[in-house]
């Protein structure tokens, strides 16, 4: 009879769910050998730990996997190792000579034996003994105890625990003689030997002490500190593995008297700082301390950030902010945080990217005269013309362009203060009138009557002669800001809602972001000597009367590329009128050496995060090698070294760690009142629509002819200054 066979293949049983089963390898790590003996004194070179981080590094933790290794040190007291020695070198003794060396002619009682190996200690003195006793080689003592000599230094009870777990016994296992490996390095006279805990109470107890630390390992377990420093230090340099976290460099500590920002209203957010009793805080520069500062390092690493929470601090604080923003990205970050009543009636926002007709902008004309006196025909003179000058690059090399752009804007001045003092603002030349003055014949022949006698003889017999060559070098600044509508709108009003004096003396918080066009650097560079020329005008103020007025530049190296020794005169001459200044930028070396010896001669705060290694190089050197340049190479993203002058005097260089603006600000986060923030800055600018302002740039030549002349406008301009005609 045939037996059937089924040959299909079993149904496979769906897994039971639950918890995946672990493996656990456990070692204690004993001498083998009698504890007096020592092991191999392990060096710096390789480092001890290099082979312990590569075992760790290769341990997976997402499948299960763990490997721990448990150092339990226990010091152990004089008195114990003292009676130790003892005890050895009574053992020795027993051992006899071959163990200890010559025997003594003396006895071996207390006076004898420990009088003669207290001579070996003391150089050979003895307190008791004969005078032909002989004394023990030390070679022979240091073989009695070993490494427990009383030059060994500290000694300590050790308890080494190994344990690895892995979902595979095999898994466990590799991981567990990977651990053993590392030990295995320190087999020297002695060598550890690892002891499995077998029976149920035996790994009750590894668990037990591997959990709790308690200390009661298998025996004695005694050891000097050269055979465990290598395992106790912190990884070097020569240990390379993945897994070692690094500390970033050695940087000196943060100033134990670095206040601390609650939003006390005489400091400055720094960011977040480690005190020396190990708690994190944001530390704060003091208002009085922090004059000028320069904050280096690469793109995306958060300097911009850290302006911003300083600048939205210093705000809400009621000091006067004035933030050159060229990519409009930190205003956009600032406004929810600046929606508040409090401020929105001193917020002024100077947006000059392109817009819509309907869009309501501001204007600046830095040819006006309003408010102003003969005697500021100089300085505004002087404005226009530098500023200029300086975005052109002319330098010394077009000294007749100069001269005639300085003599254009000097006639424009005196025609703008003579409208204003009648009357009619309305009726002032703007930038745009200068490249009409110097093209238009018939034009500048019909106002030059008006202006006095010594600038109107420059225009009569010295201005034709140098015409032909020099006015298309004037020019062409001009029609630069003709390629923007935005930058049409801003400079080409009569009137100016910008005033950065009024700023200054009103604790106005204003952002600047030009408009992206070629003219940038002209634009930041008219805007920045404004700056430095309204900080010299506020010698009419008394000094107890100044409103300190805080300025930040970002890129500052595409700015100083335009307005060379702009930046560099606000380091030197505005710190007396209470004008501060922080200038951002990712590299140094980039900038003119003008500037940059200003800033660093002057700065408050130098500040890096990340930078190139020559870059590096450069900033560390103004640290007296206290950093070095591979510790600022490495620091991570939104990390900065920094040092800073406190209460007068220069700090050494600390550690800061960037904090976002949503992270010191979310009690300040209001994005529902932007609506009536924007409301407000066109209050607080009286803005008008760029339509408007364009179609009355369009009529301004008339204007002004109209005004001095008192002829009608033509038919269809925008202003009418009827009450001057006659």
């Known amino acids: 009879m ?35 003996r020592p092991l191999a004194s392990l060096g710096l070179q390789p480092d001890p730990l290099q082979q312990l981080a590569t075992a760790l590094s290769g341990v997976r933790t997402e499948d299960g996997e763990r490997a721990d290794v448990v150092l339990d040190l226990l010091p152990v007291p ?43 200690w003391s150089g050979g003195k003895t307190s008791v003994g004969s005078r032909g006793e002989r004394l023990p080689r030390m070679t022979d003592v240091r073989d009695g105890i070993g490494k427990f000599e009383p030059s060994a230094g500290p000694v300590f009870a050790v308890q080494l625990l190994l344990r690895t777990q892995a979902r595979h016994p095999q898994a466990a296992r590799a991981r567990m003689n990977q651990l053993l490996a590392v030990f295995a390095a320190t087999s020297g006279e002695n060598y550890l030997k690892p002891r499995r805990p077998r029976s149920r109470r035996a790994v009750s107890s590894f668990d037990r002490r591997f959990t709790t630390g308690e200390f009661r390992p298998r025996r004695r377990q005694w050891m000097t500190v050269p055979e465990l420093c290598g395992f106790l230090k912190p990884p070097t340099r020569s240990c390379t593995a993945s897994s070692v976290v690094r500390s970033g460099g050695v940087v000196p500590p943060a100033p134990a008297n670095l206040p601390v920002y609650t939003g006390q209203r005489d400091l400055v957010p720094l960011g977040a700082v480690t005190y020396p009793n190990g708690r994190e805080r944001i530390g704060a520069a003091r208002v009085q301390d922090l004059l000028f500062a320069l904050v280096l390092g690469k793109s995306g690493h958060g300097k911009t950030e850290e302006a911003l929470v300083q600048a939205i601090a210093l705000a809400h604080n009621g000091y006067g902010v004035w933030f050159l923003d060229p990519h409009g ?50 300085k505004v003179v002087r404005a226009v013309t530098e500023g200029i000058a300086a975005a052109q690059d002319w330098g010394d090399h077009a000294p007749r362009a100069r001269t005639i ?19 009619h603002p309305e009726a002032q030349a703007t930038l745009f009138q200068i490249r009409t003055w110097l093209v238009d014949e018939e034009w500048r022949e019909a106002l030059l009557p008006h202006l006095p006698t010594s600038a109107r003889d420059y225009w009569e017999k010295t201005f034709p002669r140098v015409a032909n060559e020099a006015v298309p070098t004037v020019t062409y600044a001009i029609d630069r800001l003709d390629t923007s509508p935005a930058l049409q709108a801003f400079f080409g009003n009569p009137t100016s809602g910008y005033d950065v004096r009024e700023a200054m003396d009103t604790s106005q918080v204003v952002f600047v972001c030009p408009s992206g066009s070629e003219a940038d650097g002209l634009v930041a560079c008219l805007l920045v000597h404004d700056l430095h020329r309204a900080g010299l005008s506020r010698q009419d103020t008394p000094r107890e009367q100044r409103a300190t007025f805080w300025a930040w530049i970002d890129e500052l190296t595409a700015l100083d590329a335009s307005s060379k020794g702009f930046v560099a005169a606000i380091c030197e001459q505005l710190r007396k009128y209470e004008v501060r200044l922080t200038g951002m930028t990712q590299m140094v070396l980039r900038l003119s050496a003008i500037t940059r010896q200003a800033l660093l ?16 190089d450069f900033i560390v050197k103004r640290w007296n090698g206290q950093v070095s340049p591979e510790t600022v190479t490495a620091l991570p993203k939104y990390h900065y070294i920094m040092s800073l002058t406190l209460d007068g005097e220069p700090t050494s260089p600390f550690r800061v760690r960037g904090l976002p603006v949503e992270e010191v600000f979310a009690r300040y986060d209001n994005p529902a009142g932007v609506k009536d923030l924007d409301a407000a800055i066109d209050t607080n600018l009286r803005r008008r629509p760029l339509g408007d302002i364009l179609e009355a740039l369009e009529q301004l030549n008339d204007v002004v002819l109209a005004h001095h002349t008192r002829r009608r406008p033509a038919q269809g301009s925008a202003s009418d200054p009827t009450s001057v005609v006659d």
Not at 410 to 422: P, S, W
């Open 329 to 378: 990205e930190a205003w956009a970050r600032a406004k929810p945080y600046l929606a508040h009543p409090h401020i929105t009636s001193r917020l002024w926002e100077i947006n000059l990217a392109e817009a819509d007709e309907d869009q309501l902008v501001v204007s600046w004309n830095p040819l006006s005269m309003e408010r102003r006196r003969t005697s500021d025909v100089q």
């Open 601 to 616: 001669q002057n700065r408050s705060l130098l500040a890096t995060c990340a930078a190139d290694h020559d870059e590096a």
């Open 78 to 120: 004089e008195r114990q190792l003292a009676r130790r020695r003892r005890r050895l070198l009574a053992a020795a003794r027993r051992r006899g000579p071959s163990a200890y060396g010559e025997r003594l002619t003396g006895s071996f009682g207390a006076a004898g034996f420990m009088g003669s190996l207290s001579a070996a």
């Open 405 to 423: 752009l300085a003599r254009a804007a000097q006639a424009l001045a005196l025609l703008n203060l003579k409208a204003v003092r009648e009357g």
């Open 2 to 36: 045939t037996t059937l066979v089924d040959l299909a293949k079993p149904r496979a049983t769906a897994p039971r769910k639950g918890p995946a089963s672990t493996y656990v390898e456990r070692a204690e790590l004993t001498l083998a050998l009698p504890d007096q």
